[in-house]
């Protein structure tokens, strides 16, 4: 019993921890992406050729075109990852 207790204990200091870090991180600013930087894409909702066990988790770096809105970029990419 004395071991649960003790697991308890550690698992709750443990969500202390994350808490005091989530309240740390949500005051700092959001990361900005300006014109002409590189940018990794996260390829899970792509539709690729690759199969899906083996494909590259991201795709990259490309080269950030265009800036429209703070939270949306146009992004030059290749070919292959291009709509058909």
């Known amino acids: ?4 207790v003790k697991w308890r204990k550690d698992a709750l200091d443990a969500h202390k921890i ?3 870090r989530m309240k740390k991180r949500i005051d700092l600013p959001l990361l ?3 014109e002409g930087q590189k940018v990794w894409l996260d390829t ?4 690729t050729t690759y199969n899906k066990k083996i494909r ?3 795709e990259g770096p ?7 809105r703070p939270s949306f970029l146009l ?3 290749t ?3 291009a709509h058909s």
């Open 32 to 34: 900005t992406f300006l």
């Open 75 to 77: 992004v030059g990419f």
């Open 18 to 20: 994350a808490m005091e």
């Open 79 to 81: 070919k292959d990852l």
């Open 44 to 47: 899970r909702n792509f539709r």
């Open 1 to 4: 019993m004395e071991r649960v």
């Open 62 to 68: 490309f080269k950030i075109k265009k800036r429209t």
């Open 56 to 58: 590259p988790k991201r």
